[in-house]
């Protein structure tokens, strides 16, 4: 029984050690998603104190109509005359529409977290070419048209984000006022438009009209394209753009002072004009139609469809298509990688950082022939375990380059001067922390390279692997299990070492 626990006794107890570590690191992965939900607690506050993210729909024109008629009903005595109606709302998409749009990032902190709002100075030229359909028809013989006044709305995703709003039609300036008007889409602004304004029944004169608001947000910042032809430049400050929804710029230029993009996209390759007129809700930011409506699209089905997207006006009912949305597309403006991602991508190598040290204590156990405690083994496993809890909480206050630096390097001290001790010598405490700091920096570069992080981790690996079968070729393991011996090392050579 002896024999069985001097040569299984250390490794079994390393194993249930290596348990205990592994714990430790599950309880760090653990505070690390903590905050991160933290983090995000702390954007939807802004977002509920501020405004959310944000998606420009319009301008639309739209105006809202009643048919009635007299209709008889019953014969004989019970025959007698009813007014019927018919309401219905004539809306109409630009033929042209035309974006600019100047982003400036207005970073807010709620506590220690930073959150990105942005400002975006807002032009919209829009223009419809021909309106002479654009005009209300009785469907009843007799019948009876009244029709309020036409009006452009233009909405967006959370109406508390706009600082101010201009809007001029025919060059001349409308009264702007708020809500839109429209059943799905009821945040924005609308003007009154003046009959003058409005083209009249057989004429081809164009409406041309300019809008130019100062819309501020958080996340992202989309623009739904629902004229035929669309034309959108987006500039900002923001140099680590994500450009996402359902269409990506045709151009772009990104640099370390922001980044601009450009699209240009045309009737032919969205849906989102007759989505708009149908009254459908806006996709979710990079949402895609469902897939029935796509089939619908492609076999021609309703032919309504069709109809509605080759015309720059149309007259359509109000009732929102189910199943349906409206595109868009747009940039967040969030990190590319957040200090929480890298921490748990970090965290993820716990594992294989104590491994790796233990088999370089390990090695020198083994080729010097000294004894390290389990206990030491457990102290050395514990040191890498702090190193990460350092990284996340460091990270909060500090970039993550300087935080993983001062972390790193506290460990990478404290391993060698502890190793200096434990393997009897301060050249090997400077061979053990010299190997420690070469791990640090092997992760940092593989944080870094997500693309290659696989590649060379197991590079890394088959080095490490290399070296302990190379170190250890000529190593006796049944002497060394059989026999364990004291240190070989004389008292006097180990003082004078260690001094």
């Given at each position: ?65 009643t ?18 109606e ?113 083209p ?156 790796l ?5 390990g ?9 390290v ?6 102290l ?9 809890l ?64 696989l ?36 008292a ?8």
């Amino acid at each position: 029984m002896k024999n069985i626990f001097r040569r299984w006794g250390k490794p079994v107890t390393l194993a249930l050690l290596m348990l205990l570590l592994l714990t430790a690191l599950d309880m760090v992965s653990g505070v690390v998603s903590e905050r991160e939900g933290r983090w995000h607690e702390a954007q939807a506050g802004v977002a509920q104190s501020l405004s959310g993210a944000q998606t420009v729909i319009g301008p639309l024109l739209q105006r809202h109509c009643t048919e009635r008629w007299e209709q008889v009903e019953g014969t004989g005595k019970d025959r007698k005359t009813v007014t019927e109606e018919n309401r219905f709302t004539l809306s109409a998409t630009p033929s042209k529409l035309a974006v600019e749009a100047q982003a400036r990032i207005e970073p807010l902190h709620r506590s220690i977290f930073r959150i990105n709002s942005f400002v975006a100075a807002t032009t919209l030229d829009a223009q419809w070419n021909d309106l002479a359909d654009w005009q209300p028809r009785r469907t009843h013989a007799g019948s009876r048209l009244d029709c309020g006044p036409a009006v452009m709305m233009l909405a967006v995703g959370d109406a508390r984000g706009l600082r101010s709003a201009e809007v001029q039609v025919q060059e001349q300036s409308l009264r702007v006022e708020p809500g839109t008007g429209h059943e799905s889409h009821p945040r924005g602004l609308h003007v009154t438009l003046p009959e003058a304004m409005l083209p009249l029944a057989g004429t081809t004169r164009p409406v041309i009209a300019r809008l130019s608001i100062d819309l501020a947000g958080t996340e992202h910042f989309a623009i739904a394209p629902i004229g035929d032809a669309n034309q959108v430049r987006l500039r900002s400050d923001w140099a680590h753009p994500s450009f996402g929804g359902r269409f990506l710029p045709s151009s772009r230029e990104v640099s370390d002072a922001g980044f601009e993009a450009r699209w240009t996209i045309s009737a032919l390759a969205t849906t989102a004009p007759h989505e708009l007129l149908i009254g459908s809700q806006r996709c979710a930011y990079g949402e895609a139609p469902p897939d029935a409506v796509l089939k619908a699209e492609r076999s021609g089905v309703p032919q309504a469809v069709d109809a509605a997207m080759d015309a720059a006006a149309a007259v359509v009912a109000t009732p929102v298509a189910a199943g349906t949305c409206i595109e868009s597309f747009g940039v967040s403006f969030v990190d590319p990688v957040s200090t929480y991602q890298l921490d748990r991508r970090a965290t993820k190598y716990g594992l294989l950082f104590i491994l790796l040290t233990w088999v370089g204590v390990g090695l020198v156990e083994v080729l010097r022939r000294l004894r390290v405690h389990p206990m030491q083994y457990l102290l050395v496993g514990a040191a890498l375990v702090v190193f990460f809890l350092l990284l996340v909480s460091l990270s909060e206050h500090l970039a993550f380059g300087p935080s993983y630096a001062i972390a790193a390097g506290a460990c990478t001290l404290l391993l060698a001067f502890y190793g200096g001790h434990v393997l009897q010598g301060w050249r090997s405490g400077l061979g053990l922390g010299a190997g420690v700091a070469a791990l640090y920096g092997t992760l940092y570069v593989l944080l870094q390279m997500e693309q290659t992080a696989l590649l060379l981790g197991a590079c890394l690996l088959f080095v490490v692997l290399a070296g302990v079968m190379v170190a250890t070729r000529r190593v006796n393991w049944y002497g060394l299990t059989t026999a364990p011996a004291e240190s070989p090392i004389p008292a006097t050579e180990a003082r004078a070492e260690a001094q």
